[in-house]
Nanobody, 121 residues
Framework: QVQVVESGGGLVQAGGSLRLSCAAS????????MAWYRQAPGKQRELVAS???????NYVDSVKGRFTISRDNAKNTVYLQMNSLKPEDTAVYYC???????????????WGKGTLVTVSP
């Protein structure tokens, strides 16, 4: 079975930085696109950043210039470097990985359980 686990969340002051990590493990042949989502209390989940297997990135406008998504294909890991954090960035951050298993012809999305990021004023 495939597992996706996020780490790196915590409490940080406004203007500070955090780096989130997401590692996929299991019987993985390859991973297609990976992405970070976030969900604040009482709000809907939103796409924050995505990265293709080739390294092409996209960001929601509110984080452009502050967040950077990257990946290490050898480690099946995606990162989210978050700089100049604002209180409105407070949310549970979720990782999604498009995993290709040896028994599948294409990718299937797997989600992590999330890591909490709290930004104080």
């Amino acid at each position: 079975q495939v597992q996706v686990v996020e780490s790196g969340g915590g409490l940080v002051q406004a203007g500070g930085s955090l780096r989130l990590s997401c590692a996929a493990s299991g019987n993985i042949k390859s991973i297609n696109a990976m992405a970070w989502y976030r969900q604040a209390p009482g709000k809907q989940r939103e796409l924050v950043a995505s990265i293709t297997s080739g390294g092409t990135t996209n960001y929601v406008d509110s984080v452009k210039g502050r967040f950077t998504i990257s990946r290490d294909n050898a480690k099946n890991t995606v990162y989210l470097q978050m700089n100049s954090l604002k209180p409105e960035d407070t949310a549970v951050y979720y990782c999604k990985a498009g995993v290709v298993a040896y028994t599948l012809l294409g990718g299937m999305d797997y989600w992590g359980k999330g890591t909490l990021v709290t930004v104080s004023p």
